[in-house]
Every structure is written in C-alpha cells, then in structure tokens.
C-alpha cells in the first residue's frame, strides 16, 4: 500500500485545537478504522503538549497537523514552534503522582516505541511524530474478559 496523506492541517496555538483535531482525524480516519481511538489520543497528546510547551511569541503561531496512512501504521505528526529550554522526553518520575509527562509515556505505548522528534533548526521548530501500528496487540492476561459461565438451572 502506497502511504496515503489523510490530513494535513494547521491549528491554532489554543487548548480548543485539541477537539478540533481529534474532530478531523475521526472524521478522515472515520469511526470504524480498527486504529481510531488510538490515533485520537495520540493526536490528543501531541497537539496538547505543543499547546503547553512550545515558545509562543507571536500571535498568530500555528500547530501543524499531518496524519498519514501506511501499509503497517498511521503516522501523526505535530510541528510547532519548539521550545529553547526544554525538548519532548518521557519523565524520569514516571509514578502516578507525577505532574507531568504521562503524555509521551502513552504516545510510547499506543506507538510502541516508535515516535521521536526533528528539529527544524533555531528559530524554525520542531516535528513530533510517532506511528501507531497496525498489528493487534496482545492483551496482558489481567485484562483479558473471560465470559461468566452460564448459570445451571434445575427442570
């Protein structure tokens, strides 16, 4: 399968983009893609943390959206402005309490590892992607559903 450019979007640096996102993903990828809730929380993540952690200066920054279907996965990518101080990274605290970066750590899950970043250069941004795979993944035996055995009943 040639990859497929679904989206390709630009949003406004604001938390309302999130929900404007996860709208156009759901509506290109449409509801019964066997990958759509992962997709959406991933776009979810990404453009959240773009929102909160980029350098915002000028009035008009913009988060770029890009969601590309392959063979083996769907790619998203986020770019934005990029920060001076700080690059996307999973915690070192990765306990429940932690304040933040639980983020990525979800990205890292949906995406099994394969997510990273581009720096586009100073003062040009950078490019957060990651690819959710198409395998179907193995559930961990606690939470696998089992049925309820059937009730007997006396005749």
Known sequence: MKPKKLLEMFLDSAHRSVGQARRE???RLGPDHPLVEDVLQVVSELVANAVDHADHGLVN?????????????????????GSASSSPHIPRDRSLG?????????VDRLSEGRWGTREHGPGLGRTVWC?????????????????????????
């Open 25 to 27: 993903v759901r509506d």
């Open 61 to 81: 920054d913009l988060i770029g959206l890009t969601v590309t279907v392959t063979a083996d996965s769907v790619l998203v990518e986020v770019s934005d402005a």
């Open 98 to 106: 932690a304040e933040d970066g639980r983020g990525l750590l979800i």
């Open 131 to 155: 690819a959710v795979p198409r395998a179907v993944r193995e559930s961990p035996a606690d939470e696998t559903l089992h049925p309820l055995p059937r009730a007997v009943t006396s005749q």
